[in-house]
């Protein structure tokens, strides 16, 4: 009975030996998961595949994709200037740059408006300026491409031209943020995506920022900021997706007539340079990428804005 009392003392002793060993490492354990940095939460899914599902119906949110520029206006008649939504003043067709204060529809004619105006412009923007040799296929191709793509991820989508045999004025455009480009009615896109290319002796992939002061009516709250935020989101995942390289935002242009006349939420791209060969190359080659790429930043831009 001796011997018994003795081993089931040793047995004892070893149980709570190994049950100290065992509650010290939980202990250590827990400490270092304790003293572990909390990974960092990223607000997109990093393989880019943009699965995850938001809290709001994609098919709800209409975006107006405007392929830059398109028809040259010498190939077009005057009633098809007209019709398109281009203005004739003082011997010429063109586009005013702003509406009147406090106005949706009335243009300014010069007068009783910001006066804001780009770099050697005025309130008057000719069609001859619109007029670009390359440009508006590659605008339309790499348009066409986005639309897919975000037509793939579930939004409604509207185009302000689908061929290269039409050329609308900017107001014409910026028509489509409203319900059956009916201005009288309140807008229902909730942005507005220029997509243009670049020209002038460089390279690479930018957008156009806003700055200063914006006085359509419509425009929400930090306009500017969220505009530039549309911007710089779409043109970083260009960059990240393409060979062109990501250049800085371009700020001397604030004042375009696209800016002062929307209504809604405006990006601007300057894709590339048609005019360099390296870049035009890749602009005929990636409209699929590029398009995907567009695709992913407005998803990310929209899936932010709304979640806050």
């Not at 004892?12 to 940095?37: D, E, R, Y």
């Not at 206006?73 to 398109?84: F, R, V």
């Not at 300057?270 to 890749?282: L, M």
Request: charged share 20%.
């Amino acid at each position: 009975m001796k011997k018994i009392a003795v081993f089931e003392f040793f047995i004892i002793i070893a149980l709570l030996t190994v049950f100290i060993v065992l509650l010290k490492s939980g202990s250590k354990n827990q400490s270092t998961a304790q003293s572990s940095p909390t990974p960092a939460v990223t607000a997109m899914p990093t393989d880019k595949t943009l699965a995850n599902t938001p809290d709001f119906n994609r098919s709800d949110i209409i975006i107006v994709l405007d392929a830059g520029h398109g028809k040259a206006s010498s190939q077009m008649s005057d009633d098809e200037k007209e019709s398109s939504g281009w203005t004739y003043y003082n011997g010429e067709w063109g586009d005013w740059r702003h509406f009147k204060f406090g106005k949706k529809t009335d243009d300014c004619m010069g007068v009783g408006c910001s006066g804001r105006v780009t770099p050697n412009g005025t309130c008057w923007y000719p069609i001859v300026n619109s007029d670009r040799l390359y440009e508006p296929e590659i605008n339309l191709n790499n348009t066409l491409s986005a639309k897919r793509y975000l037509e793939e991820l579930g939004y409604t989508i509207r185009l302000t031209r689908e061929t290269n045999d039409e050329n609308p004025s900017i107001t014409k455009r910026l028509s489509y943020c409203y319900p059956d480009n009916d201005t009288s009615k309140s807008p229902d896109a909730l942005v507005y995506l220029c997509i243009h290319s670049n020209a002038g002796s460089g390279s690479g992939t930018s957008y156009i920022a806003l700055r200063g002061e914006y006085d359509h009516p419509e425009i929400p709250d930090n306009y500017v900021g969220f505009s530039n935020t549309l911007g710089m989101y779409v043109n970083d995942e260009i960059a990240n997706n393409t060979p062109l390289k990501k250049n800085p935002p371009i700020t001397y242009e604030p004042e375009l007539v696209a800016f002062c006349k929307c209504p809604v939420i405006c990006g601007y791209l300057e894709i590339g340079f048609y005019d360099n060969e390296s870049d035009f190359e890749i602009l005929n080659n990636y409209s699929d990428t590029i398009g995907k790429a567009i695709a992913q930043g407005v998803d990310r831009f929209i899936c932010e804005l709304l979640a806050k």
